[in-house]
DNA sequence: CAGGATGTCTAGCGTTGCTAGACTGGGGCC
DNA sequence: GGCCCCAGTCTAGCAACGCTAGACATCCTG
């Protein structure tokens, strides 16, 4: 019972990620739109079932990848945030390495916030990678001043803002690094 | 050729507008996803391709939509701006009435912002309703002051922000009132 | 009154997410 | 060791999707 069962499970874990990275790759070079169960079977090399075997549906290995980029959000958010040597210089690096991931991986981005997933944001059971991001807009505030959490929500009510009007052509797509710098300097004096 | 034809066009545009408000309708009942090309022409009592004689397909009946959506939004905002008594008040009076448009219609405002359209931004041929809609926050900065325009995005990123992400429980959906209030008094100083 | 244009319908195509039922192969019990 | 059973995988198919071709009817024009 020992040995084979437990390497069926690492070679079920294995597939696991590899479904959730095939989805990943085939969104970011063809769009979400492009991603059906049957490509991604095909992709993985199994039938469609084996999907269903290890995700409740197409919106849970979506979810799934959202998470991953929740991780790969926060490292890239506190690494911005650590380099800047002073604190208002943390918040514009911040949000500045904010965009720069919204941008870069569109259908990354698009999973963790635009399209439908089953993740819990904002509750006990929210996800540890979800609460490192925010918390690293919070960091970038005052620990004395009160409303640390308001001004992170406000600021990343912004910065989504400004990625997704951005992204779908609603505002002009340059002069991002403007508005960060005109949204910055309205917060930074009331540090 | 005349009075048979004129009586035609008429009819053909009244469906026209039935189908959309048909669409609008299910949709804020019953959410997009419910909304079907077979669903909604049982609702205006035609078959299907008749939709296709009208729109060159599902995205563009969602851009109509939207359409009607902007024009309803550039009136709230403008008779919020101009019910305020001061421009400060003006501001934080559209802010208000933007969220509250959002929140209040959230299927309409989902057509506006977020489902894909054929809706031209930021160019030539931008529609009407659309300009005005950005025109009314670029209205309540002051006409002598520069980056008016510049205000207007961040101003309205910032709330499309909060609209969207308070709307699919990325934020707590309370304390928008807060967010507003706090968004204000880092903007309104600087006016 | 014939001919053509216009409008509407039925029926169907290809694709989607998802699932039931058959098949296979190794693990545990007598 | 031999039998049964369960976990895993597959083929095949369902209902619903957006969209369209081709047939039918209906009305204006010459």
Redo the contacts between chains.
């Keep these: 019972m020992s040995a084979i069962s437990e390497r069926r499970e690492r070679e079920r874990a294995h597939r696991h990620q590899l479904i959730i990275t095939a989805a990943r790759e085939l969104a970011e070079t063809e769009g979400w739109e492009a991603v059906t169960t049957r490509r991604l079977a095909e992709r993985v090399e199994y039938s469609q079932p084996v999907l269903y075997s290890h995700f409740a549906g197409k919106d849970a290995i979506v979810s799934a990848v959202a998470l991953d980029g929740f991780g790969e959000l926060a490292d890239h958010l506190r690494r911005a945030r650590q380099a800047a040597p002073e604190p208002e210089q943390a918040l514009r690096a911040v949000c500045r390495a904010y965009l720069e991931f919204a941008t870069g991986r569109p259908a990354l981005y698009q999973a963790m916030?635009?399209l439908p997933t089953d993740l819990?944001?904002?509750s006990p059971e929210t996800p540890a990678p979800l609460r490192a991001c925010f918390d690293e807009f919070v960091s970038c505030f005052d620990p004395d001043g009160e409303?640390r959490e308001?001004?992170a929500?406000?600021i990343?009510?912004?910065?989504?803002?400004?990625a997704?009007?951005s992204e779908?052509?609603?505002?002009?797509p340059g002069?991002q690094a403007?508005?960060v710098d005109?949204?910055i300097t309205?917060?930074a004096g009331?540090r």
């Design positions: 916030f635009i819990k944001f904002a409303r308001l001004s929500e406000v990343w009510s912004a910065l989504h803002g400004m997704v009007l779908g052509g609603r505002i002009p002069g403007e508005r005109f949204l309205r917060f009331v």
